[in-house]
């Protein structure tokens, strides 16, 4: 029996729960209270650079990456391959990226490492494997490149190594274009779908299977699914949810006329928490012969960072930048993982226990990280409100209509 279904948030969870629902012949209307739809995975243009907010990777064979083409979206991108260019930072000192890692054993130590096995935080498995303080840095620093974590001792060591796992063996695509592609591929498909977006449609209040809007319009469906983050949560429901354990990032993109011939592609602190990618060296984001580079400090939960760390450390990475800088941008204190797996877990799609209402995004559900914890969560949501049934596990994969 076809149903009539509300989605608040026009982010990739929420259009992704859309399509979820539009595939199995539900109407489904969006309301997202901005201008742009996309949430964090817009694409800023300047200059002729496609910026994201962050820098992001989509993991290959993750379940975004299975999603998505299974589901005839459009997107390209390209696996980074930084190969003698690519670099951990250490004492100030630069440590060639693959040899370290294969020197120091990382890489047999993640895969091999049994995920259903591993107990506690991630702090305590470094601890419980004996490692040296050496080792127990680089994977630090892998830890905070695959999930944005700055912080150990507070990801469970199951989610933390299963999702270094992820990366050691798929790795990722940098996409053509940013991931813009991805949500105008999604606008397509819901389109295609027939379903409903409105911009600009501030939702108030949810109260039962109704949605108060801010023009003061009331709307009521079968089922709602929320696709908004944890922080908004609390103003449109009166029933508590346990906080989320945040990652943030600040950044600083720099466009660039062209790369200094005395730089390197990738660089990456062991011993401190910084970041450095030229992205445009692996996708189509800058203009020809010139380069959009990253530049990023992961933050603590008490941490916070200044422009002038962010410039500092890129002179160590790429020398004579300024004077071939077009625009640079600060974000000081971006969300970059808005919900970290800790030892209690993460809530799931029925944790309002609101009678079909469902909550998604990359803070929500059992499974995976970012954006594959953003999709896999809005499939679970379509999944659970079309049944009113307690899940168990992950749901099954998308299969193609």
């Not at 009539?4 to 539900?26: P, R």
């Not at 796992?165 to 027939?194: C, D, H, I, P, R």
């Not at 009521?220 to 949810?241: E, F, K, W």
């Not at 939960?301 to 002038?308: K, L, V, Y």
């Amino acid at each position: 029996m076809n149903q009539d279904y509300i989605v608040v948030g026009g982010g990739l969870a929420g259009l992704s729960a859309a399509i979820a629902l539009a595939e199995k012949k539900h109407r489904v209307r969006i309301y997202e209270r901005s201008s742009a739809i996309g949430g964090r995975a817009i694409t800023q243009l300047k200059k002729g650079f496609a910026m994201n907010f962050g820098p992001h990777a989509l993991y290959i064979d993750g379940t975004a990456d299975r999603t998505f083409r299974q589901w005839g979206i459009r997107f390209s991108g390209n696996r980074p391959n930084w190969g003698s260019l690519a670099y951990f930072v250490r004492n100030g000192q630069r440590l060639p990226f693959r040899e370290t890692v294969a020197k120091e054993g990382i890489y047999k130590l993640i895969m091999s490492t049994d995920v259903c096995r591993a107990r506690g935080n991630l702090e305590d498995w470094l601890l419980e494997n004996s490692l040296s303080e050496h080792t127990a840095q680089l994977i630090r620093s892998m830890l905070r490149l695959t999930a944005y974590c700055a912080e150990p001792k507070c990801i469970s060591a199951e989610a933390a190594i299963r999702q270094m796992q992820l990366g050691f063996s798929k790795g990722v695509l940098y996409l053509n274009g940013g991931w813009g592609t991805l949500v105008s591929g999604l606008m397509e498909k819901a389109a295609s779908l027939g379903i409903q977006l409105e911009t600009d449609a501030s939702v108030k209040q949810i109260e039962g299977c109704t949605v108060k809007l801010a023009d003061g319009r009331c709307v009521s469906g079968a089922g709602i699914i929320i696709a908004v983050s944890r922080g908004a949560i609390d103003q449109l429901t009166t029933n508590g949810l346990p906080a989320s354990t945040r990652a943030r990032m600040a950044l600083l993109d720099l466009g660039l006329r062209r790369i200094p011939d005395s730089s390197v592609w990738f660089a990456l602190g062991a011993d401190s928490p910084f970041y450095f990618s030229v992205h445009s060296r692996w996708a189509s984001l800058a203009p020809s012969g010139a380069a959009l580079v990253h530049v990023g400090k992961y933050l603590n939960s008490q941490d916070c960072a200044t422009r002038g760390e962010l410039e500092q450390f890129a002179d160590s990475v790429i020398p004579g930048w300024r004077t071939e800088s077009e625009f640079a941008r600060f974000l000081p204190n971006m969300v970059a993982n808005g919900g970290i797996p800790t030892l209690a877990g993460r809530p799931d799609v029925d944790a309002l226990k609101m009678k079909q209402v469902a909550i998604c995004g990359d803070w929500v559900g059992p499974e995976a990280m970012l954006a594959d914890a953003s999709v896999g969560s809005a499939l679970r949501a379509a999944e659970w409100i079309q049944s009113g049934q307690k899940l168990e596990g992950p749901i099954p994969p998308v299969t193609a209509q």
